[in-house]
């Protein structure tokens, strides 16, 4: 055995006195922090949705509803004149209705990240308004001014301070 490592004899123990490395042993990090230490980057976010996403979503979802409506046409026997002009007006039709709705977060799936996205955005820009949330407000501001009058007051009896004591 090399520099009082192991066992002085693996005679008893049931071991072959092989020793080896510790893998689980977790090394102390050279002050490395694992948060960020501006406070910049510790404000919340708001995950911005991909608009290419959602209007190729939009888009699908009318294709989709055209789809059916020219499958079930065919299966009918409808000539392809009037399939056309059928599918052309449902397909404006849900176009000029898409425009204008809103998403509704309750029928959204999980794996719809996007649309989560726009309607949490909604959701949250609908409670800003009812609550009278200014759009520029940033939080903890509250804080910071109360911080500054603090100080300013702070600073404004010491300059008194040093006046009287200048003046006797």
Do not use: C
Not at 60 to 68: C, P, S
Not at 136 to 155: C, F, I, N, P, V
């Amino acid at each position: 055995m090399s520099s009082n490592v192991g066992l002085t004899t693996p005679r008893g123990s049931g071991t072959s006195g092989y020793v080896q490395r510790n893998l689980s042993h977790l090394r102390p990090r050279d002050q490395i922090k694992p948060y960020p230490s501006d406070s910049d980057s510790l404000k919340h976010r708001q995950r911005q949705p991909d608009k290419d996403i959602l209007a190729h979503d939009k888009a699908r979802e009318v294709e989709v509803k055209v789809f059916d409506l020219r499958d079930r046409l065919e299966d009918e026997g409808v000539d392809e004149e009037e399939i056309e002009t059928q599918t052309e007006a449902l397909r404006k039709k849900l176009t000029s209705d898409s425009r204008g709705t809103k998403t509704n977060a309750r029928g959204l799936k999980s794996h719809q990240v996007h649309e989560l996205a726009q309607a949490k955005i909604e959701e949250s820009e609908k409670l800003r308004k009812a609550l009278g949330i200014r759009e520029d407000y940033e939080e903890g501001s509250h804080w910071k001014k109360q911080e500054e009058r603090m100080r300013d007051a702070t600073l404004q009896t010491g300059k008194e301070a040093a006046t009287r004591e200048n003046g006797l």
